[in-house]
């Protein structure tokens, strides 16, 4: 029943910016972790960035000092704010939610979602 969904992608200029979003719904006791991951066209999957559900933040080393990741618990929204966006950028980018449901409050379960498209060119 749990389920996430993403937004805020879209087409932007090198050196622009733009924010995503992923908002978590369903039967949801907490959130004990969310992140972004993204995937270029014969490219590997790769972690961008990552939050608990305390302040602990994890980013790669590409995104460092660009990206910010922040988190609203009362909205179970994650954010990704992306910064000086460069073409190498350009990939599908997937929310991620580590969670514990309501009906199983001993257990964690690990989310996705579809993706959103995010493009850097000129």
């Known amino acids: 029943q749990v389920q996430l969904v993403e937004s805020g992608g879209g087409l932007v200029q090198p050196g622009g910016s733009l924010r995503l979003s992923c908002v978590a719904s369903?039967?949801?006791?907490?959130?004990?972790?969310m992140g972004w991951y993204r995937q270029a066209p014969g490219k590997q999957r790769e972690l961008v960035a990552a939050?608990?559900?305390?302040?602990?933040?994890n980013y790669a080393d590409s995104v460092k000092g660009r990206f910010t990741i922040s988190r609203d618990n009362a909205k179970n929204t994650v954010y990704l704010q992306m910064n000086s966006l460069k073409p190498e950028d350009t990939a599908v980018y997937f929310c991620?939610?580590?969670?514990?449901?309501?009906?199983?409050?001993?257990?964690?379960?690990?989310?996705w979602g579809q993706g959103t498209q995010v493009t850097v060119s000129s």
């Open positions: 991620n939610a580590n969670i514990t449901p309501r009906r199983l409050s001993f257990a964690e379960f690990n989310y």
């Open positions: 369903g039967s949801i006791l907490s959130i004990n972790a």
């Open positions: 939050i608990t559900s305390g302040v602990s933040t």
